[in-house]
């Protein structure tokens, strides 16, 4: 598209939260409490394209998860949530974006886990539209959360933009016809993925609004 974009929707993890620790920590955890065995985060993290946390957790116990395995999860999410910190510069802008066009949310992670994280960090409060993945048949790379969440935000996905770290995010932003663009801060950015912007700090996202 050119011009200015209609609104965004932007990825959480690595995006706009440090939390690179706490998600595996927490799954593993899960796990262990679930009588699974022990794995490390980059088995979890290689997980991340399974879907949403119900799908990662059945693949990670290697039996089918329960709402037992996700509340204990959750309760784990929840004590390390801590641990986790807003990336410099993303409260300044998201208040400067939410000034100018409707603003969503859409993540991986179950529509808990987000309200858990983004609560801690005093970001909840910031998004029109919080989209977790367990709320779409699809996980990312799939364009149907990116999608849904430019529908809840009344903006066609060819007049917004899709803010994520990782390649998963970059493709299901061009499949959606959303502007692909790299948060480049973000810990699984991959310089090699296309993207139609590549956003060094958070403040570059501004460029976007014309």
Do not use: N
Not at 3 to 12: C, E, L, S
Not at 72 to 101: D, F, I, K, M, N
Not at 137 to 166: F, H, I, M, N, T
Not at 186 to 196: F, I, K, L, S, V
């Amino acid at each position: 598209m050119s011009g200015p974009v209609a609104g965004i929707v932007f990825d959480m993890d690595g995006t706009l939260i440090e939390s690179h620790e706490v998600v595996p920590a927490a799954y593993r955890a899960a796990v262990l409490a679930g009588g699974g065995p022990e794995r490390t985060d980059a088995e979890v993290i290689a997980g991340y394209s399974l879907g949403a946390p119900v799908d990662l957790l059945t693949h990670l116990l290697g039996r089918p998860a329960t709402e037992t395995d996700l509340a204990a999860y959750h309760g784990h999410l929840a004590a390390l949530a801590e641990r986790v910190t807003v990336y410099p510069g993303v409260a300044e802008v998201l208040a400067e974006v939410a000034a100018r066009v409707p603003v969503g949310l859409f993540t991986g992670a179950s529509h808990r886990a987000a309200e858990i994280l983004l609560d801690r960090v005093g970001l909840l409060g910031r998004f029109a539209v919080v989209l977790g993945g367990d709320q779409v048949s699809r996980p990312k790379p799939a364009p149907d959360g990116v999608e849904l969440a430019c529908r809840r935000l009344g903006v066609p996905p060819g007049r917004a933009a899709y803010v994520g770290d990782s390649p998963l995010d970059l493709r299901a932003a061009r499949d959606s016809g959303a502007v692909a663009v790299a948060a480049a801060w973000g810990h699984q950015y991959d310089p090699t993925e296309a993207a139609d912007l590549s956003a060094a700090r958070p403040g570059d996202l501004l460029a976007l609004l014309g």
